[in-house]
């Protein structure tokens, strides 16, 4: 026994003396002390020493096993630390080196004075509903007081997709969807796309409105006031008034066209304001009895205000910009200067 103990070992170092990487250990590792071993196997030839010698014979085998199992211990944990110094050394890295830049991006303009006019309506306790951008004659015009063949709807050239179906020419649309799904107390922000066929300088196929639409018992065309003044504060600063003046259209009776004070001079009178120390911002009114009634929500009951702003006309005035292209070019030239 201890002459075939002899000859493995011999074979143990040299095999120990080629191990220089895991694979090579867990080769090592399979040809002698895995279950199929050499090693191990080892006991298996006690089968054959004289009954007398066997346990002694044991002891040996007992003890060289123990001996390659340190033998391969060391050489496993020498394996392991050439491995990780070799990973080290490939993986360093130059923490003096300097960071990527990555660009930041800002909001849209739109998206700015949307956000602006959002929070101002939030603080008084509006909800923000949306509607819509395909819909229907029924709701962008006729339940708005605009019948077929009404004038007014001259004043809007319509995208029609067909015979009823048409791309939304105002957020309006969304006062009939609102009365239709909740019923008064009503106080909502209607932002989103509108289309209309109208294409210069000052206008877009596409542009952006914020509808607002209040109805409760005894709403008045002061309360609209009184909030749209909190508004232009916000917008443009707090010495910001607000003026009504008599319009038309055809979902609100009274109507009103509302002016802000010019917040470039002061009133005083400039280029901005065309020396009228005034700027148109927006339309609205009282919302038509017809309307309400179209909503099923009953006039004599309730009342409410309404107003359209134009969120294109507003940017552009706050912003100073003085062409609508600019704010559909997306050139990242011109919106980076908007970062707030
Ligand atoms: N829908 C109108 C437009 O696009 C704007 C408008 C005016 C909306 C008066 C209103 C309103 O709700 O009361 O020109």
């Not at 143990?12 to 090592?28: I, K, Y």
């Not at 409410?304 to 990242?332: C, P, T, V, W």
Request: with cysteine.
């Amino acid at each position: 026994m201890q002459n075939v103990i002899n000859e493995l070992s011999a074979k143990v170092e040299q095999s120990l003396a080629t191990v220089n990487s895991s694979e090579t250990l867990s080769a090592f590792w399979q040809e002698y002390l895995s279950k199929n071993g050499k090693v191990t196997g080892l006991m298996k030839e006690l089968r054959n020493v004289p009954a007398a010698e066997r346990p002694a014979a044991g002891k040996i085998i007992n003890e060289f096993k123990q001996q390659v199992q340190a033998k391969y211990d060391e050489a496993a944990q020498k394996v392991s630390r050439a491995e990780m110094d070799a990973r080290n050394a490939a993986e360093t890295v130059d923490i003096t080196m300097p960071a990527k830049i990555r660009p930041q991006g800002a909001l849209h303009p739109i998206t700015l004075v949307k956000n602006q006019i959002i929070d101002a309506f939030a603080g008084m306790g509006f909800q923000v509903f949306d509607a819509p951008e395909i819909d229907d004659d029924d709701h962008n015009f006729t339940r708005l007081n605009v019948p077929k063949d009404h004038p007014a709807r001259d004043m809007q050239d319509t995208f029609y997709l067909t015979e009823d179906l048409l791309l939304r020419t105002q957020t309006s649309n969304g006062q009939i969807r609102t009365m239709d799904r909740v019923k008064p107390p009503i106080k909502v922000l209607i932002p989103g796309r509108v289309f209309r066929s109208d294409s210069d300088a000052t206008h877009s196929p596409m542009f952006h409105q914020m509808e607002g639409l209040v109805v409760d018992k005894g709403i008045t065309l002061c309360d609209l006031q009184g909030m749209l003044n909190e508004l232009v504060k916000q917008l443009f600063g707090n010495g910001t008034r607000t003026r009504l003046r008599p319009s038309y259209f055809p979902f609100t009776e009274p109507s009103v066209e509302v002016d802000v004070s010019c917040f470039e001079c002061g009133g005083c009178g400039c280029s901005l304001c065309k020396g009228t120390g005034w700027i148109e911002v927006l339309g609205g009114g009282v919302v038509n009895r017809r309307v309400l009634e179209n909503c099923n929500i009953d006039p004599d009951e309730y009342s409410g205000f309404a107003f359209g702003i134009g969120i294109e006309r507003i940017a552009m005035l706050k912003y100073g910009i003085n062409n609508m292209g600019l704010l559909f070019e997306n050139d990242l030239r011109f919106l980076k200067q908007f970062q707030e």
